[in-house]
């Protein structure tokens, strides 16, 4: 009785059909990170150009210029913008702003997308599609009627509160809400019902804090809004001491720009405090953008 052993010859046929095939999987990978790292370089580059010349002492707009020499590196236009613009109050002025948008579309668009969401009413359907109409409108064909409502009726120009209240509900925010409410399960808000739950203890205890993925994309969203806002922050404040860092580098550019000795590199430190929060608020939320376990709260 013979038998015959085939696993070596196997074993040799198939290790080099493994590195064939890992070779194969290497080149795409390759091929795919060399194409990410070229655009993130690309992406990168503007950023890294506006550091770069908020630094230098003497400006160099040419392409030598964004690989300085070190003796050319100094902190003297963060110096002269301050000095000319008062960034601590700008910066102070545009926090002010966005932190009253951020408040107002956090309350009102947890509110409201809750109520399309989770409540049974008549016409809910037809306010969500309303909801969704206001996106293609663009802001700028609101600015004139605004502009008479608050500056001329309510009288709240060169005010906080006249900054505000343009951007207080985003539609954004309420169909942000309203989709992630819809994934909770109802069960639930039953459940609590019958314990006597109110309906606002099931929005602040139990929906919110299963959303919060929801909470931080709206924050993030919502602050670059206001913190970058040139328009309305322009036309409704007057006074220097009130507007927004993004309103006071626009006139520190067409007013006083061309009585320092680096205008260039003055206007570059601006615009590089006006970026540094939106970047940290993103490096540090970027955790955050984790999808939820929101099946977790109710037991099947």
Not at 119 to 133: K, N, S, T, Y
Request: hydrophobic share 55%.
């Amino acid at each position: 009785m013979t038998t015959t052993q085939q696993t070596p010859a196997a074993g040799r046929t198939t290790a080099p059909a493994r590195r064939r095939a890992s070779r194969r999987a290497v080149v795409p990978a390759l091929v795919g990170g060399l194409t990410l790292g070229i655009g993130a370089v690309v992406f990168l580059f503007p950023f890294y150009y506006m550091v770069v010349g908020s630094l230098q002492r003497e400006p160099d707009q040419t392409v030598a210029g964004a690989f300085p020499h070190p003796s050319n590196l100094t902190l003297s236009n963060y110096v002269t913008i301050d000095a000319r613009l008062d960034l601590v109050r700008s910066v102070l002025n545009s926090g002010i702003f966005a932190a009253g948008v951020i408040i107002c579309t956090v309350v009102f668009g947890a509110l409201v997308g809750y109520a399309l969401a989770v409540l049974q009413w008549r016409g809910r359907g037809g306010v969500f599609a309303l909801a969704l109409l206001v996106q293609v409108v663009p802001f700028q064909l609101l600015i004139i009627p605004l502009y008479v409502l608050i500056a001329r009726s309510y009288g709240l120009a060169d005010n906080y509160l006249g900054m505000i209240l343009p951007f207080a509900i985003n539609s954004t925010a309420v169909i942000i809400f309203r989709q992630y409410f819809l994934q909770l399960p109802q069960a639930m808000f039953e459940a609590a019902r019958i314990d006597g739950a109110s309906e606002l203890q099931l929005l602040t205890k139990i929906a919110l804090p299963l959303i919060r993925p929801a909470l931080v994309t709206v924050v993030l969203l919502t602050f670059i809004g206001p913190w970058n806002e040139f328009l309305w922050p322009f036309l409704i404040t007057k006074r220097a001491d009130l507007q927004p860092l993004a309103v006071a580098l626009a006139n520190y550019l067409s007013n006083v720009a061309n009585s320092t000795a680096n205008p260039f590199g003055a206007l570059l430190a601006g615009a590089v405090v006006l970026v540094l929060p939106v970047v940290v608020l993103f490096a540090f939320f970027q955790r955050q953008f984790v999808n939820a376990d929101l099946s977790s709260g109710v037991k099947e």
